[in-house]
């Protein structure tokens, strides 16, 4: 019988919340430093994150005067440009999006591979000066430099992907936005599950030996409420299955993931998954022979032989509703979040090396979240140090009720930094 206990996630919002996917490690840890400042100075006085999320959460008052269609211009930051994962993602989405709604391209200003650093004001400004209503910024480490543009210009709406401080930044034209991709990741790891126990059943390898190799980049919140999600998804296949984790200090750099992949490989690691932006991780696969599931986009055709699938993010969702609100003059959220039920989190087609089954699989997967039925950190499916959590409290928010962790509901960025058993991390 497991014990409960309760755990007090007793951290900062800016060490438990850092999110992103994009720049240079050494940018991520200093403006991760400077945020903890930030965060530790915030009075008691002012709204956080779960009030403003629930205050915004109908985001139906008139707050400006609705954009005409033919008038509206967008701004869009990029970290990276169409040949890293995650800035195709967004890329594809904006262009989508724009599409839909009937804007012409010349509505749409995209500025690609701007670093986590004085060229995101620099790019920020340049779409202000050239008429944009909506800059949108895309990367975690964009967003001090985003803040620093906002105050300047009252009547231009700034969104921020992955980022937490619109909640306490006392702007009304400043908001942070994330997908549920936990919900996509916990299906993908379904999917390594059928995979893996199609190994045990075949004889490959026996049920002790089903031990996965995750590609982190970094030690955030983000990264580890993802490889624990899909974590979950591989044990409600495998209950036997563990996890090994290696970071690589960096959300892009194909040849440290595809050395990580490796040294995960060769400590016994039997299938490989990341939290990564390139393909390292599934090149280096395709050579091993050994499956792997990867992130943001399709990696079939880097590792046709091996590759499952990959849970991926459809901004065209978020996009499409930032759209609607310039046109309307409806308020935008302080923090969005949407998974499954809403369409703006998928996994990949599934690659020929998926175990029979898998569809299926996946697709009940998928079918329970959007119901409400099956909750990826439902506390009876983990255990810390052998027991179960029954409460985690960040920034006077409680987050487990009902029976599990309400991960992107009372903000957008994730939250879940615990580390279950059966998963192999480093705590830095």
Not at 190 to 200: C, L, P, Y
Request: aromatic letters at 8%; a negative charge.
């Amino acid at each position: 019988m497991k014990k409960a206990i309760g755990v007090l996630c007793a951290v900062s919002m800016a060490g438990a919340l850092l999110a992103g996917c994009g720049g240079s490690s050494g940018t991520a840890q200093t403006t991760a430093a400077a945020e903890s400042s930030a965060a530790e100075s915030t009075t008691a006085e002012e709204t956080t994150a779960a009030e403003s999320k629930e205050a915004e959460s109908g985001a139906a008052e008139k707050v400006r005067e609705p954009i005409a269609k033919e008038d509206l211009k967008i701004g869009i930051i990029f970290i990276g440009d169409e040949n890293e994962g995650y800035s195709a993602s967004h890329i594809n989405g904006i262009e989508e999006a724009a599409k839909e709604e009937g804007l012409s391209d010349d509505q749409v200003l995209e500025k690609k591979n701007i670093g986590e650093d004085d060229s995101c004001i620099d790019a920020a400004e340049d779409l202000a000066s050239q008429g944009c209503q909506l800059i949108i910024a895309t990367s975690f480490g964009h967003e001090d430099f985003l803040l620093q543009v906002a105050p300047d210009h009252p009547d231009i709406e700034f969104c921020h992907t992955t980022g937490y401080q619109a909640a306490t930044s006392g702007l009304n034209n400043f908001h942070n936005a994330f997908t549920n991709i936990y919900e996509a990741r916990y299906v993908s790891g379904i999917a390594a599950g059928m995979k893996i126990k199609e190994m045990i059943d075949k004889g490959t390898i026996t049920a002790d030996q089903a031990k996965m190799g995750y590609v982190g980049a970094y030690p955030y919140a983000e990264v580890i409420s993802g490889f624990t999600s899909f974590y979950l998804g591989a044990k409600s296949v495998v209950p036997e299955v563990t996890m090994k984790v290696l970071y690589t200090n960096s959300w892009a750099d194909p040849a440290k993931e595809a050395e990580t992949a490796k040294q995960l490989i060769s400590d016994g690691c039997v299938l490989i998954s990341q939290h990564a932006d390139t393909t390292g991780a599934p090149s280096a696969c395709q050579e091993e022979g050994v499956p792997c599931v990867g992130y943001n986009v399709s990696m079939l055709s880097v590792a046709p032989d091996v590759a499952l699938t990959s849970p991926t993010n459809n901004w065209s969702v978020y996009y499409k509703h930032l759209i609607d609100c310039m046109l309307s003059g409806d308020a935008i959220e302080v923090d969005w979040s949407k998974g499954f039920a809403d369409d703006a989190v998928r996994i990949t087609e599934l690659g020929s090396a998926c175990a029979e089954g898998t569809d299926k699989a996946v697709q009940d997967a998928e079918d329970a979240i959007k119901a409400g039925t099956l909750h990826v950190f439902d506390t009876s499916t983990f255990t810390v140090d052998g027991q179960e959590v029954t409460t985690c409290e960040k920034n006077g928010t409680e987050y487990i009720s009902d029976g599990y962790f309400h991960e992107s509901e009372y903000a957008s960025a994730p939250a879940f930094d615990l580390i279950i058993d059966g998963i192999d991390a480093p705590k830095n």
